[in-house]
């Protein structure tokens, strides 16, 4: 039995690795920043603030949660967030002035 459960731990090492939560924000890291730093199965909280970012990607599996007053602007010029990935959520978030591109 015990080596079974060796055996198990040694070929699921990423399973039992803890999903970690990364913070943006508009004077600290920016959501940029927080999504290339990101990995499968992170999430990813961003602060109350006003997000001016271009080209946005999620191209990985996360969460991206924005804490009440979190605000995606596009300047009226530019898409905002392109999702690139299944099994993503977003939640929370405000978007305005979108654009196209």
Avoid: C, H
């Avoid at 999620?58 to 898409?79: F, H, M, T, Y």
């Amino acid at each position: 039995m015990r080596f079974f459960f060796l055996t198990l731990l040694l070929a699921l090492p990423g399973a039992l690795q803890a999903q970690a939560t990364l913070t943006a924000s508009p004077d600290g890291r920016s959501l940029t920043e927080a999504l290339q730093q990101a990995q499968s199965g992170d999430r990813i909280v961003l602060r109350s603030g006003i997000y001016r970012e271009p080209g946005l990607v999620i191209d990985k599996p996360i969460v991206l949660e924005g804490e009440p007053g979190a605000v995606l602007d596009g300047e009226g010029k530019r898409e905002i967030l392109r999702i690139a990935a299944d099994s993503v959520t977003v939640r929370g978030l405000t978007f305005r002035n979108t654009g196209v591109t």
